[in-house]
Structures are given as C-alpha cells and as structure tokens.
C-alpha cells in the first residue's frame, strides 16, 4: 500500500488477513484516506464465501506508515472442546461479545463480559451434572455455588481455578480493585485453564466409566 501525506510517499505491506474471516490472502483496496497524522483504508476480503469488507489504521509518525490494528471484524474464536459447546450455555456467545469488546479497546466493558461469561459457564455446568438444582444456582452468588458444588478430591484444582477467576473477574467489576498485578489477560487465560480442567475431568469420569474390563483372569484353584 502506497499512501501520498503532505507531499511525502510513504509504503507499507498490505493487510493478509481478513478481521471477520480471518483467512489469510491478498484483499482488495476499496480507498484510503488521510486525516491528521492518521490513515484510514476499507478493503474487501477475496475469500469467496466472505466478500466482507474491513477498515484498518495506519498511524503516520516516523517517516513511516504504523499498522494499528483494524477497526471493525470479529476476533477469532478460542477452540472449544465439545464438552463445553454441549452444555449450551450462554458461556461461548458472552465470551465472543466481551473478546469483541476487548478488540475494540473497550476493556472495561469486555472485562466484566468475561467475568459474566464464567458465571454462565459454572452454573451451566453445575446443572448439567444435577438438573435438579437448577432453580437453587440461578439465583445463588458464584461464589457460593463453586463452594459448595466442587468439594471432592478429583475438582480440588478446578475449584481453585474458579475461586482466583472470580476474584480476578470482580476486579473487574467491582469499584475498587484487590489484584493490581494481574489483568485482563490473566482472567482469560484462567477460564482458558477452566475449561481444560472441565474437559479434561468430563473425559476422565467417561472413559472409566465406559470402558470396563473384558478380561477374565485364570483361577489360582486348579488341581
């Protein structure tokens, strides 16, 4: 990309990812413009069944052209294990909405979206392990439902990653914040970690239970 800037040429690589798809590839310039130090563009993806188009930021400073980032699109998803996508809770879309707001450098309102989505994801799971106590956990504070819901030996590491997100995620919340030295990418990367220890716990408890033993061991009693 070639762009004129009171009267100097600057050059930069174009874009190669799409900010909705995100395929890699060669996009369309549609135009460009300028604007205090500031240049905008608007490309259309060349994957056929995207056609989107998309606006970056470049920042001019430097007798160089800065990429910023892009200003519209959607981040891309985390992998989800199936365990989680079958709970069908409102976990995943809440999660995409506050990454969405993350990406759009609305980090107070994304950090309270994710602290929200945990909420969803730990009732969610709960229920799905005991139907029966589904009108209880609606209405209980998540703190209370990860004390009393995870105590045996096999979720202890799970019940300690739920307890630290929800503080982290409080903090973000809350008016006052406690853990100053941790961050929104820290709450992230804990619900990553809830996730796995989830997953990870559901898989065990299905394969001991399914699969059993087929052989019969030989008798020690023979004449």
Same mark, same amino acid.
């Given at each position: 990309?070639?762009?004129?800037? @009171?009267?100097?040429? $600057?050059? !930069?690589?174009?874009?190669? #990812?799409?900010?909705?798809?995100?395929?890699?590839?060669?996009?369309?310039?549609? +135009?460009?413009?300028?604007?205090?130090?500031?240049?905008?563009?608007?490309? !259309?993806?060349?994957?056929?069944?995207?056609?989107?188009?998309?606006? !970056?930021?470049?920042?001019?400073?430097?007798?160089?052209?800065?990429?910023?980032?892009?200003?519209?699109? !959607?981040?891309?998803?985390?992998?989800?294990?199936?365990?989680?996508?079958?709970?069908?809770?409102?976990?995943?879309?809440?999660?995409?909405?506050?990454?969405?707001?993350?990406?759009?450098?609305?980090?107070?309102?994304?950090?309270?979206?994710?602290?929200?989505?945990?909420? $969803?994801?730990?009732?969610? $799971?709960?229920?799905?392990?005991?139907?029966?106590? *589904? *009108?209880? +956990?609606? %209405?209980?504070?998540? *703190?209370?439902?990860?004390? %009393? %819901?995870?105590?045996?030996?096999? #979720?202890?590491?799970?019940?300690?990653?739920? #307890?630290?997100?929800?503080?982290?995620?409080?903090?973000?919340?809350?008016?006052?914040?406690?853990?100053? @030295?941790?961050? +929104?990418?820290?709450?992230?990367?804990?619900?990553?970690?809830?996730?796995?220890?989830?997953?990870?716990?559901?898989?065990? +408890?299905? $394969?001991?239970? %399914?699969?059993?033993?087929?052989?019969?061991?030989?008798?020690?009693?023979?004449?």
């Amino acid at each position: 990309m070639i762009v004129d800037y @009171n009267g100097k040429r $600057y050059s !930069t690589e174009n874009p190669c #990812e799409c900010s909705h798809c995100h395929k890699v590839g060669e996009p369309n310039l549609v +135009i460009g413009v300028s604007h205090m130090g500031i240049h905008y563009s608007i490309w !259309t993806c060349n994957w056929r069944e995207c056609r989107l188009n998309f606006i !970056t930021r470049h920042d001019i400073m430097d007798e160089q052209l800065v990429f910023i980032g892009y200003l519209d699109g !959607t981040p891309q998803s985390p992998f989800w294990p199936e365990t989680i996508v079958s709970l069908k809770s409102k976990f995943i879309v809440t999660y995409l909405q506050s990454l969405k707001a993350e990406n759009l450098n609305l980090d107070e309102i994304a950090g309270m979206g994710y602290r929200k989505s945990l909420e $969803y994801l730990v009732k969610d $799971y709960v229920i799905s392990r005991d139907i029966s106590l *589904s *009108s209880k +956990i609606q %209405n209980q504070k998540l *703190s209370v439902v990860i004390s %009393n %819901n995870f105590k045996s030996d096999k #979720e202890s590491d799970l019940k300690q990653l739920l #307890e630290r997100a929800t503080w982290l995620g409080n903090d973000m919340t809350h008016y006052l914040k406690y853990h100053d @030295n941790f961050n +929104i990418d820290d709450l992230k990367q804990l619900i990553k970690l809830v996730v796995d220890e989830i997953h990870s716990i559901t898989q065990k +408890i299905y $394969y001991i239970e %399914n699969i059993q033993s087929k052989y019969t061991k030989k008798s020690t009693n023979q004449p």
